[in-house]
């Protein structure tokens, strides 16, 4: 069992984001604002809010303006602040100074756990933590750092779960197990993307990791699972009988950004805490709401 502290996260933004098309045609579905922040700045800061140093971007061909977003713009800055505007400077660089972004290129689309795969170098022998850019949480402890608590108490892997409805479990990878503590399941099956019949439970795994290097061994020799990919769910599944492995149920509210209900209750959500945004927005959803 490999122990320490999770100082690097992955994450796979390699996805042809299908769901918004077109507007994803040129622009990457991460860089789609929830109110005046892309959605891959959510994940970054929840990055940095966890107290990981370095952020591990799973890119592919034609992505570039991901990492772009985090280069300075030395032009740009200067025309705010000429302007007045020193916060909104300041908050260009804000995440990229905090902690080191870096990226690599998944040359094949081969699924979820081809894009973990992809990152083998870069975190070496050392615990690691995955965010899946879909899933935005808002909640007063990061879910990442919650998972890296539980890690750091049990020293097992652990994975984010969510209950959710039985005829949406085929939606996502189900664990099912035995309760350890509140909110705690020592995972002994986990199955990706099960029909109703299959599913051991209707506990749905949700976009949040944290694994220790075994899964790269396990995932170097895995061979393709549903849809042709290589499944992250499926090298799950042989960690358990390595090392164990965990979920744990975040506390927070979780939007599968990837979606587009989910997109636009994460705007809603969002632009509702925003103090500049609020009242307006309450009047307008109250008018929306009569005349529909």
């Not at 591990?56 to 300075?72: N, Q, T």
């Amino acid at each position: 069992m490999v122990s320490g502290k999770v100082k690097k996260a992955v994450i796979p933004a390699a996805g042809l984001g299908t769901r918004f098309l077109p507007a994803t045609k040129s622009v990457p579905k991460e860089l789609l604002p929830i109110v005046d922040r892309p959605t891959i700045e959510h994940i970054v800061d929840e990055v940095h809010q966890s107290g990981i140093e370095t952020a591990i971007i799973i890119s592919r061909r034609g992505k570039s303006a991901i990492l772009d977003h985090f280069e300075r713009d030395v032009d740009l800055e200067n025309k705010l602040k000429k302007e007045g505007k020193f916060e909104l400077a300041r908050r260009l660089n804000e995440q990229s100074e905090l902690i080191t972004i870096v990226s690599v290129r998944q040359s094949v689309p081969l699924g979820l756990g081809q894009a973990v795969y992809t990152a083998r170098s870069l975190v070496g022998d050392e615990p690691f933590a995955v965010l899946l850019g879909d899933d935005i949480f808002d909640s007063s402890l990061p879910a990442t750092l919650q998972l890296i608590q539980v890690f750091e108490k049990f020293q097992k892997p652990v994975v984010a779960l969510m209950t959710v409805e039985s005829s949406d479990i085929s939606k996502f990878g189900c664990a099912g197990g035995e309760f350890i503590e509140e909110n705690i399941l020592e995972i002994n099956s986990i199955i990706e993307k099960p029909s109703v019949e299959e599913a051991p439970s209707n506990f749905a795994v949700v976009g949040r990791y944290v694994l220790t290097p075994t899964v790269f061994e396990i995932l170097k020799d895995l061979p393709p699972g549903k849809g042709g990919e290589i499944q992250l769910t499926d090298a799950l599944a042989k960690l358990i009988e390595q090392e164990g492995l965990l979920g744990y149920f975040v506390d927070g509210y979780r939007f599968d950004a990837g979606d587009q209900l989910g997109f636009l209750m994460a705007n809603i959500h969002f632009g509702l805490k925003n103090e500049k945004l609020k009242d307006r927005l309450i009047a307008f959803l109250k008018d929306e709401i009569k005349s529909s």
